[in-house]
Each structure stands twice: as structure tokens, then as C-alpha cells.
């Protein structure tokens, strides 16, 4: 699909919306970004299906899916492990425990290959096919709890950024004395093309998010709470609309724009509010919180359930039947694959995650964690790429960039070697949405030189610090 064509189909759903609703005032965006083609109408209106684990399936449950320190095992080979048993147990403030997401027996503690083709370590479990529960897993009434001792229920769960960012939850919701938090963003944004899974967790489960919002809003002690969500999702945007009533949350629609789902792009979308640069969200008075988050944390508080499922997209061209599935931490790939009818034609690429900020994954063995929303299958022709050309400064990344940085700019110096002059160009302020590399007619990896120098000025920050 064309760019003009792409803008029409994002008016027409806000023009859809406005009549709807009969609004006349323009929705809000961020400044920057772009509109790559959506793709959802392949998977928006499937409802969300459980993929099974049978008897003798193997799930490998990663140590470290979460931002901050692995956990550390705390099971060993032949061990007996029930549903939502804690196997790795949280090593500092930034870290979260890890769970069994099915009953079975150890059957190996070893490093095994993750998305990106790293050797990590990992448990792995043999199912028994009962997914019998821990027994000692129990609710609470949040109303009768302290803040405190709803965040401890929120770090026992696992519970970390559902959108694909993975940070610890409870850190999040802990922000340094003096920082006046008045603003609770949720985002049920989900501009990544092809995903659905937030969508249809706000038309299916609608009563999940808003219980964790009132538990969200009371650890922060806020009284405004607003839920960003895009306008091509109407019946979301209406269902959660009817869900908040009286509940002192608000729903915000929101114009079709690629990256809003960025925590600093959506804070300014709904509150006009900007993020200082090098600054957090705290910094303006905001904490955002993905729609998948607040429902887990409901989970978690009122149930007890810790963080071993999650609802995730199958799409893509590659993909026979693409579905929203509720799948296991520490399912193979293949096996989603397969409760969706197999690959379609020939295979060329599997991205886990949206295609614009997700990772290529190495192969169909390795396994979902708690950070995937949706894994995509390409076919062959899709995926190549046209030979890089020379820069022919047109702009258009620097347009697009919702972070206002000088894309072409930064590229031409780290072509140099130039770190330090990439650095004044603030390349730190890159949230590495891709929106310049995607809209670039020379095909130029934009992103992979911003990758090269905030890692280099991490590495020069770090050998500072121990000098
Ligand atoms: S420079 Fe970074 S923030 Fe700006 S468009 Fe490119 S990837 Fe996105
Ligand atoms: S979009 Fe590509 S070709 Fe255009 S100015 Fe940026 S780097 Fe150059």
C-alpha cells in the first residue's frame, strides 16, 4: 500500500470515528512519525484462542526476560514444579522473580538460544499435561491493602511492560522521593503494524483493565488516569469507554501515527506535556503503563496469578491462519505457528514483535517470553532489500523523526567514526523506532549507526565511571 494510501485509510477511520461519536475536534498526536501500511484487518477481529500445551511439550523459560538482572534458579533436574511456582527468584531492585507457566518436571537448568541467538540460561520443563496450580498461590482484596504491599504483589507476579519493553513494573511504580506524580498513562495505543493483541484484550476483557488501572491509580495515589488508544479501534475505544464510566478514567482516541506508542510520543499526544531530553516520563509528571500490564496486575493482586501467560499476534504473509492466541512463557515459536495452520508459501524472515521495533528471531525452536506481543512470518519476497544508495537529502528523516534528531546527520558522522559528534547531535535521545530507516528511498540502515553509537557512548560512560 501506498503512503497516500495509507493516509486516506487512517482519515477514514478518524472521520469513521468522528461521525460515530459525533465529534467535531481534530484527535490528538505527537509531532514527527509516520503511517506504515497497519496490516491488522488480517488478525483484529479473531478472538483471542488459548494455544494448548500437551503432555511431554518441553517450554524453556528464560532467566532474564525482563529489563535489569537475570533471575537465579532456585530449581534443579528431576525437580516436580507446579503452575506458577517460582523457579528464579529476582537478583537486586531491578528484577523480577520467574515462574513455572505449567506444572511437569525440571528436566534441565542450561544455557539455551533465545530470539537473537544467545546462548542464556534457561529452566526447562517436561509438561505432565495437568497444569496443576501451586496451591499456595492466593488473592487479596486491593482495597484493603497499602501501597506498598500491592507493589510487593506486583514484583512476587513477575510482573514487568507487557508492550514488548519488559521493565519492571514495581520499579516503575516506585518513583524517587520528590518526583510529583499526577498522571496515569495507560497505552493501549498498539501502532506497531499487524498486532492486534491489545486491541482485542480491550473489547474481550475490558473489566481486567480497568480493575488494574483503580489498582495502578492507588499505588501512585493519582486521580487522573487516561487510556490512549488509536482510533482504528473503535470498538475498543467504545468498549473500554463503557467499561471506565464512573470509575474516574478516561479514554483518549487518538490519531493513527506511528510510533505513539512510545512513552514520550503518547504522553504527548494525551497531555501535550513533553519529556525533557535524557529525561523519564516521572520527570513530567506522568507514568505510563501498557493495557496488558494493568490487566497482569489485576491478575496478580486480586488472584495471584503471576506473570506465565500472555495474549500475543500470529501474523504476517507466511502465516496460513493468523490468530491472537493466549500463550505459555516458554512455547516454542513452532508451536504457535502450528495451532495457526503452519507457514504459508516460503518462509524468509520470523520477527518477534511488531516489524518496525521488533527482533528478528533466529530460528522457530526458540521460545516466547513475557515480552512477546506477536510473532511475525514473512515470506521470501518480501524481505529483501534493495542495495543501499547515497544519501539524497530529501528530508524525509528528519521529518519523521519524533524524537527531532538529525538522522542523515548522525549516519554521515558515524560513517567518520565520530561518536563524540554523534553524542552532540544527541543520538541518546533515539528511541529506535525505525521511522527514518523505514522511510529512507536510499535504503540507508539508519538505525543500525544510532544502534553502533548509543552502545559506544554507553561503553565510554561505564569506563569513565571506573576511572
Ligand atoms: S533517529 Fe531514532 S527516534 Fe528518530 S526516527 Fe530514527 S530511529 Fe526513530
Ligand atoms: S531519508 Fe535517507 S536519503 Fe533522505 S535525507 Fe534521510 S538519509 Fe538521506
Given at each position: 500500500m501506498q503512503v497516500q494510501q495509507v493516509k486516506e485509510r487512517s482519515k477514514a477511520f478518524v472521520n469513521l470515528f468522528r461521525q460515530h461519536k459525533g465529534m467535531n475536534m481534530e484527535l490528538k498526536t505527537f509531532k514527527g512519525g509516520l503511517h506504515p501500511p497497519d496490516n491488522k484487518r488480517w488478525s483484529e477481529k479473531k478472538a483471542i484462542e488459548v494455544c494448548p500445551v500437551a503432555e511431554g511439550d518441553e517450554l524453556v523459560i528464560h532467566l532474564s526476560q525482563h529489563i535489569g538482572a537475570p533471575a537465579e534458579a532456585c530449581v534443579q533436574k528431576g525437580d516436580k514444579v507446579l503452575k506458577g511456582q517460582v523457579i528464579g527468584t529476582p537478583k537486586g531492585f531491578v528484577s523480577v522473580p520467574i515462574h513455572a507457566s505449567t506444572s511437569g518436571e525440571v528436566i534441565a537448568v542450561e544455557p539455551r538460544l533465545d530470539t537473537a541467538g544467545n546462548k542464556t540460561m534457561a529452566v526447562v520443563i517436561k509438561a505432565d499435561g495437568k497444569d496443576e496450580w501451586d496451591p499456595n498461590l492466593s488473592g487479596a482484596?486491593?482495597?484493603?491493602?497499602?501501597p506498598q504491599e500491592l507493589k510487593d504483589r506486583i514484583l512476587a507476579a513477575g510482573i514487568v511492560g507487557m508492550g514488548g519493553a519488559t521493565f519492571p513494573t514495581h520499579v516503575k511504580l516506585s518513583p524517587p522521593e520528590g518526583k510529583k506524580i499526577d498522571y496515569l498513562i495507560l497505552n493501549g495505543v498498539e501502532c506497531e503494524p499487524y498486532l492486534t493483541a491489545d486491541d482485542r484484550l480491550m473489547q474481550e476483557k475490558p473489566e481486567e483493565v480497568v480493575e488494574g488501572i483503580l489498582i495502578l491509580k492507588r499505588i501512585l495515589g493519582v486521580e487522573k488516569a487516561v487510556i490512549g488508544i488509536e482510533a482504528n479501534k473503535p470498538t475498543a475505544i467504545e468498549t473500554m469507554q463503557k467499561a471506565c464510566e464512573g470509575k474516574g478514567i478516561e479514554v483518549c482516541p487518538l490519531q493513527l501515527k506511528y510510533p505513539q506508542g512510545a512513552e514520550k510520543q503518547l504522553i504527548y499526544a494525551v497531555t501535550g506535556r513533553e519529556v525533557p531530553s535524557g529525561g523519564l516520563p516521572m520527570d513530567c509528571g506522568c507514568v505510563v503503563q501498557n493495557v496488558g500490564t494493568a490487566a497482569a496486575v489485576n491478575a496478580a493482586v486480586r488472584r495471584g496469578i503471576p506473570l506465565i501467560e500472555r495474549i500475543a499476534t500470529v501474523s504476517g504473509s507466511a502465516v496460513a491462519e493468523p490468530k491472537n492466541l493466549l500463550i505459555k512463557i516458554g512455547q516454542p515459536i513452532s508451536k504457535l505457528v502450528e495451532f495457526c495452520g503452519g507457514v504459508k508459501g516460503e518462509l524468509g524472515k520470523i520477527i518477534q514483535?511488531?516489524?518496525?521495533m521488533g527482533m528478528a528471531a533466529v530460528s522457530m525452536d526458540v521460545p516466547v517470553t513475557r515480552g512477546t506481543s506477536g510473532i511475525l512470518l514473512f515470506s521470501e519476497g518480501e524481505v529483501i532489500r534493495a542495495p543501499e544508495g547515497p544519501?539524497?537529502?530529501?528530508?524525509n528523516c528528519v521529518r519523521a523523526c519524533p524524537a527531532f534528531i538529525m538522522p542523515t546527520e548522525i549516519a554521515f558522522q558515524m560513517r567518520r567514526g565520530k561518536v563524540d559528534e554523534a553524542e552532540k547531535l544527541n543520538v541518546m535521545d533515539c528511541i529506535e523506532c525505525g521511522s527514518c530507516t523505514y522511510i529512507c528511498p536510499a535504503q540507508i540502515p539508519l538505525l543500525q549507526f544510532f544502534r553502533q553509537a548509543k552502545s559506544a557512548i554507553r561503553a565510554n560512560i561505564a569506563k569513565r565511571k571506573k576511572v
Open positions: 482484596d486491593p482495597d484493603k491493602l497499602m514483535g511488531g516489524p518496525m544519501c539524497v537529502r530529501c528530508g
